[in-house]
């Protein structure tokens, strides 16, 4: 025979879930999108004009990334607006996992496209102009690593909007320990945003880094294969990255258990007491931020804040949801 579960102090909190450092991201990708758009059509205008399918196709992949960056420039600036509105239950968190998930998806297509005129420059060779073309591909090269260096120097550090509790169940938002992050801390803060944008800037660079080396090896020893050989190579390693993110951002949105292990070790913590566990959810809501719903069953229920306070060491736990059933003792009717 069971009781309804017991219910918690009637409080107000908030839905905020944004990463750290969201707004100085902000502003990084926005100047990012300013030079990669300029030299996306320095590349496609020189690569057209010298006849170059590799820094063509250096160039439509920058196009991508503009487009990339801009996706995430307008995810940053639509979740930060948003952060409050009551429509988004758990918040605006997730923004940035939706446009990565985008972001993986666009990289793959543009690594098909890169694949495919490769191959079709294989069957059918045409003259390159190395003396123009070697020079853009080196400012592509460039500017690909100076916008890195702009993404990478963002301050992905730890911002968490602490919150009363409401409902009818208890939520929590612990205190922050930052000299003792539990395993798997640096996946629950990463900012899949961001990391998309960074993805797509790295994979341009590494496309650069082709293309430099497919033109030099084909004027100095006439191997014009090297051109469109540099473009296979690149597709995949577009690919290989574009599944990462796509992998990655996908099970965030699919809501699954970002880390057993931790999931385990709250289930412990909470059953050390003599209590049981009989339902437990892990999800993220957004970087640096996880939520969770405990079913506890106890024959001696506790207050929803003595299982709270159990939970303390959980840093990454921004809405925690207790409920607590009574559990008739063995041998009562």
């Not at 020189?46 to 250096?58: C, E, F, T």
């Not at 930060?80 to 990565?100: E, I, Q, S, V």
């Not at 990289?107 to 390159?128: C, D, H, K, N, T």
Request: proline share 4%; glycine share 10%.
């Amino acid at each position: 025979m069971t009781s309804a579960p017991v219910a918690a102090e009637a409080q107000t909190h908030e839905h905020v879930f944004l990463g750290g450092g969201h707004a100085r991201n902000e502003r990084r990708t926005w100047l990012v999108i300013g030079i990669c758009g300029a030299m996306m059509l320095l590349e496609i205008v020189g690569g057209i004009a010298y006849g170059s399918i590799a820094l063509v196709a250096d160039g439509l992949h920058m196009s991508t990334h503009a487009g990339a960056l801009l996706l995430a420039a307008l995810a940053y600036t639509f979740a930060r607006r948003y952060a409050n509105d009551p429509r988004f239950t758990f918040g605006t968190g997730k923004l940035g996992d939706l446009a990565g998930f985008t972001s993986a998806i666009a990289l793959a297509m543009i690594a098909l496209l890169i694949g495919y005129e490769a191959v079709s420059r294989f069957l059918s060779p045409a003259p390159i102009q190395f003396r123009e073309a070697i020079p853009i591909a080196v400012l592509g090269l460039a500017v690909n690593v100076v916008s890195a260096l702009l993404l990478g120097a963002s301050d992905h550090g730890h911002s968490h909007s602490h919150h009363d509790r409401g409902h009818d169940h208890d939520h929590d938002h612990h205190d922050h320990n930052h000299d003792d992050h539990p395993p798997g801390h640096a996946v629950h803060h990463r900012d899949n945003n961001m990391r998309a944008a960074v993805v797509h800037v790295m994979a341009d660079a590494a496309v650069s880094v082709l293309v430099i080396a497919g033109l030099v090896l084909a004027k100095l020893f006439g191997w014009v294969w090297m051109d469109p050989l540099a473009g296979i190579v690149g597709a995949l390693v577009i690919a290989s990255w574009s599944y990462g993110l796509f992998r990655d951002t996908g099970a965030i949105l699919l809501d699954m258990n970002p880390d057993r292990t931790l999931g385990q070790r709250m289930r412990e913590a909470i059953e050390a007491g003599g209590d049981r566990v009989t339902d437990l959810h892990l999800w993220r809501l957004g970087p640096g931020h996880l939520g969770a719903i405990v079913s506890v069953v106890s024959e001696e229920p506790r207050p929803c804040a003595y299982y709270r306070d159990r939970l303390t060491g959980f840093d990454v736990l921004s809405h925690l949801t207790v409920e607590v059933t009574a559990r008739a003792p063995q041998g009562v009717a």
